[in-house]
């Protein structure tokens, strides 16, 4: 997974994530919760409705926020993974 999708979170940003086999984005994000998946050739549509509803994705985005300060910052990598050390 790519630093681009923790800084979208960070920034606040709804974050698009095109659906595929493997969704690692799964793995620290929660769909419709705190991202969307777009279908492949349906972007545009996706856009459009995002645009066409914003309150609804604005607390997506916001929830995203919330957990990636939470637990993907560096205090937070240092706290689970090197407090003990």
Known sequence: LKSRVF????????ILCRKDDFNVIERYFEPDKEFVYYEP???KKTIHQ????YG???????????KAVKN????AFVHK????I
């Open 56 to 66: 609804k994705y604005e607390k997506i985005a916001e929830r995203a926020y919330e």
């Open 7 to 14: 800084e979208a979170a960070v920034s606040r940003s709804v």
């Open 72 to 75: 993907y910052t560096v205090k």
């Open 41 to 43: 050739g349906e972007l």
């Open 81 to 84: 993974y090197l407090t003990d």
């Open 50 to 53: 995002i645009l066409n509803n």
